[in-house]
Each structure stands twice: as structure tokens, then as C-alpha cells.
Nanobody, 121 residues
């Protein structure tokens, strides 16, 4: 499975962006998929993942501001980001597992190349 992330850019604080992650070479059905982000000098942080419409997870720092969704027929994952803050500035990566189970945590078997989000104050 190849993942291609897009949608990053420069936005002012309080603004919105929607990230997309298109999959090829394999479907996203029956996989847990999600988003990580990383800033220089810090470890990659998992921020959200989705298993199904009723099975969504968010890290506390983005709850209420970010919304993850998936379009299985289009093999695309989305991350709608609103009320962006300067501390959201990072490279955002999409990831997919080979299976839908996340009881041991969400880890990526496949990764996109990253898209840079910069939030100015």
C-alpha cells in the first residue's frame, strides 16, 4: 500500500486546513488508519486514528478541533483541522495498519511521505 498525503500549508492561527491521504496498491477497508505529526527534535506523535465510523480516537491536544474521516470507496483518509494553533505546526504523516485492531496501540505498517503544516501567530 502506498500512501500520499497532501493538503498542508501555511495558515494563520484560528484557521483551518484539510489534509488528505490517498492510498494506492491496496484498499483502506478493514484497516486502522490515522495521522501522526512530528516537529524537529521531538518524537513522532500519534494524534488520531479511525477504525470505523464509531471507533475514533484523538489525542487530548486536538480533541474538539480535529476530525478524522475516511472514504473507503475512494481509499482516502482525511483530517479536518480547525482552530489551528501555532503549536500544531508540524509535518503530518498518514499511516495505515494491515489490520483493524488497535488494542496494543496504533502503529503504522505503511506511511505517507508527510505534509508540512505551518500555523502563524
Amino acid at each position: 500500500v502506498q500512501l500520499q498525503a497532501s493538503g498542508g500549508g501555511l495558515v494563520q492561527a484560528g484557521g483551518s486546513l484539510r489534509l488528505s491521504c490517498a492510498a494506492s496498491g491496496g484498499a483502506l477497508d478493514y484497516r486502522a488508519v490515522g495521522w501522526f505529526r512530528q516537529t524537529p527534535g521531538k518524537e513522532r506523535e500519534g494524534i488520531s486514528c479511525i477504525v470505523s465510523l464509531d471507533d475514533l480516537y484523538y489525542v487530548d491536544s486536538v480533541k474538539g478541533r480535529f476530525a478524522i474521516s475516511r472514504d473507503n470507496p475512494k481509499s482516502t483518509l482525511y483530517l479536518q483541522m480547525t482552530n489551528l494553533k501555532p503549536e500544531d505546526t508540524a509535518v503530518y504523516y498518514c499511516a495505515a495498519q494491515n489490520h483493524p485492531y488497535i488494542s496494543d496501540g496504533f502503529t503504522g505498517d505503511y506511511w505517507g511521505q508527510g505534509t508540512l503544516v505551518t500555523v502563524s501567530s
